[in-house]
């Protein structure tokens, strides 16, 4: 079963995050009044560092040493987008960053990034402005060029950018048909210097030759009339994986940076090993024994057949744990996975603990790290959430913990 695609939720806040172990980031962290609010039972969700670090390598190591643009959009795919930028900058195999959001993009020039920024969302005139003016490269694909050459007139230096052309995935980039004229109208003003040219897969694997094929006819087209069209970019996760012909000159991947495999079948494929560098915990708040015939959530969702222990931990939809989590998925408590049961309301969940009382309110609850059988690939088989909403849907407002 093919879970892992994803239902984007771009909801993308910079987050405050506890810091456990790196004094010397700059990160966020809770304010004061917030930290003693919060309940020690409260989810919170763990950035695992080093496993970051190796990811990176690996990816570098599979492209051989291209460089890599982390796509860190939808606050950072739950790690916290300022976190995750602080943690990666210092590797060397990090050409920048890519968002979607123009206040994801500032807020990581505001906390003192100064690798690359290419902003990948919509933008008007007032926004590419203020994009510009803060060292943010915009992805252009309308015939933006009178706004370009105020901007450059204004700065006295032409605006860098990158070029995005539409092969076949039909959200944003201009048509590959339509893209000739507006890639020489906008090489052919002095307020543009193209940076880079680049398309999205739409992961079709058979689709994406024709892509490919589309965006190099394209691009081999405008060289040959010696225009040049910067570094090429085409790769995220996926392409890692099944196009090493599409890696160009700097790949562009976002959830192999975060450890976690964007489809399960490339688990076992020896291709690249990643290490997932996010994880989702709660501590048990309350443990019971159901009697045969008792009932558990909503509209008694389950019933008991036996006397059984259920657990009950403090994590819902609202935190980001999906409600299809109630149809296999499980939590791993005190080295165990318990299967979750009933349904996933908007802060709880509940977990088949079995006839004995094997848990115990307080402990530590794992809705998926980096261990086998609760990684969020896991999960994702389990129980049919995708990977990409397991992480980009966590709640923006949960504690992030960097270990
Ligand atoms: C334009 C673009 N490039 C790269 C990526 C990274 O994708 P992935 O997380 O699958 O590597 C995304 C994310 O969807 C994207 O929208």
Request: proline share 6%.
């Amino acid at each position: 079963m093919k879970h892992s695609r994803r239902a984007f939720l771009e909801a993308g806040l910079a987050l405050p995050a506890v810091v456990t172990s790196a004094p010397e980031l700059t990160i966020e962290r809770i304010p004061a009044s917030a930290q003693t609010k919060d309940s020690s039972f409260d989810p919170w969700v763990e950035i695992h560092r080093e496993n970051l670090r190796h990811n990176v390598q690996e990816i570098s190591r599979r492209v051989a040493a291209r460089p890599i643009l982390a796509v860190i959009k939808n606050n950072g795919y739950g790690t916290g987008v300022t976190n995750i930028a602080q943690l990666l900058e210092p590797q060397s195999e990090l050409l920048g960053f890519a968002v979607v959001k123009l206040h994801e993009a500032i807020s990581l020039r505001d906390v003192g990034i100064r690798k690359p920024i290419l902003l990948l969302g919509p933008l008007d005139e007032q926004n590419l402005a203020d994009a510009v003016g803060r060292n943010i490269l915009p992805m252009v694909y309308t015939p933006l060029g009178p706004a370009l050459d105020k901007i450059a007139a204004k700065t006295q230096k032409p605006v860098p950018l990158h070029i995005c052309i539409d092969t076949g995935i039909g959200r944003v980039g201009v048509p590959y048909h339509q893209a000739a004229p507006l890639v020489r109208d906008l090489a052919a003003r002095k307020s543009v210097r193209i940076q880079g040219t680049m398309m999205t897969f739409t992961e079709d694997p058979d689709f994406d030759k024709e892509q490919l094929r589309r965006f190099n006819e394209t691009c081999s087209s405008l060289e040959k009339d010696g225009i040049a069209l910067g570094k090429k970019h085409t790769a995220s996760s996926f392409a890692l994986f099944q196009h090493p012909d599409a890696f160009f000159d700097v790949v562009r991947p976002g959830m192999a940076i975060y450890g976690i495999y964007s489809e399960n079948e490339f688990r076992h494929t020896g291709v690249l090993d990643l290490r997932p560098a996010i994880s989702l915990k709660a501590r048990v708040i309350y443990t019971k024994k159901l009697r045969k015939g008792d009932s558990a959530g909503y509209n008694r969702a389950y019933l008991a057949k036996d006397d059984v222990w259920v657990a009950t931990l403090p994590v819902g939809h609202a935190d980001g744990w999906p409600r299809v989590a109630a149809k296999g998925a499980k939590v791993r408590i005190n080295g165990d996975l318990y299967p979750v049961i009933a349904s996933v309301s908007a802060s709880h969940c509940i977990v088949e603990i079995g006839s004995e009382e094997k848990v115990k309110i307080g402990d530590t609850a794992v809705f998926f790290d980096a261990q086998t059988g609760s990684r969020p690939e896991d999960v994702s088989e389990s129980c049919g959430a995708s990977v990409y909403d397991l992480t980009m849907h966590l709640n923006p407002l949960l504690p992030r913990r960097i270990i």
